[in-house]
């Protein structure tokens, strides 16, 4: 095991809800990177956290956002749920942003 | 945009078998390849590779490095049942600023007793 934590490991939404996922990193690490993973799809980046600050963003809409905490956990934030947001998002912690990335066992996100 | 392609998607092996698994990949400015195993829910890290021509090996598993022909294998002898799973190969390219990984779809990989 990574030492890399999320919550929920299920959730059940309805289109136009809100949705908020939660990452704890692995301890010593400070950078944080969100995936997208559709099924049967390998995962998709969705943005980096490192140092509390945005560290790059892949091709998601503004309605995908995120914070990374002082202890450098850090949550992602879905507003106006699409069925197509159905998918097991990962959360990937690392020792800095160049360092090999490390992946939590995912929140599994069905949108009715 | 940073495209990498594994194949094949699926394959069927007995236990025992030796199977190589293959990624090519389009970077600009390559960085590193990855190996990453994916049973049920969290990818596993397996290997990362950075030179060509090295080969990295940890107990059955072994991968190597093109970097002239932008491809990666991953080989596993003697496969047992628990290597059943998702074999995930990514890329990360050299940005100087922050490490976004493009992955391929994935293989399946099923060890049959």
């Known amino acids: 095991e990574t030492g890399v934590t999320q919550s929920p490991t299920h959730l059940i939404k309805t289109r136009g809800q809100q949705v908020t996922l939660r990452c704890s990193s692995q301890?010593?690490?400070?950078?944080v990177s969100w995936y997208q993973q559709a099924l049967g799809q390998g995962p998709q980046f969705i943005f980096q956290?490192?140092?509390?600050?945005?560290?790059g963003r892949g091709n998601f809409p503004p309605r995908f956002s995120g914070l990374q905490f002082p202890n450098y956990s850090s949550e992602l934030n879905v507003n106006a749920l699409e069925l197509d947001d159905s998918a097991l998002y990962l959360c990937?912690?690392?020792?800095?942003?160049?360092?090999?990335?490390?992946f939590g066992p995912g929140t599994r996100l069905l949108v009715l | 945009e940073d495209k990498v392609v594994q194949s094949p998607l699926s394959l069927v092996v007995h236990e025992g078998d030796t199977v190589t698994l293959n990624c090519s990949y389009e970077v600009t400015n390559f960085r590193s390849l990855l190996w990453y195993k994916q049973e049920k829910k969290a990818p596993t890290f397996l290997f990362m590779l950075?030179?060509?021509?090295i080969e990295k090996k940890s107990g059955r598993l072994s991968s190597i490095l093109d970097k002239k022909e932008l491809f990666s294998i991953l080989n596993i002898t003697a496969t047992q049942t628990g290597d059943s799973a998702v074999y995930l190969c990514?890329?990360?390219?050299?940005?100087?600023?922050?490490?976004?990984?493009?992955f391929g779809k994935g293989i399946t990989l099923s060890v049959r007793p």
């Open positions: 956290y490192y140092r509390e600050e945005e560290n």
């Open positions: 990514a890329v990360e390219p050299l940005t100087g600023a922050n490490s976004k990984l493009t």
């Open positions: 301890s010593g690490h400070n950078t």
């Open positions: 990937a912690s690392s020792s800095d942003w160049w360092e090999t990335q490390y």
């Open positions: 950075t030179s060509s021509g």
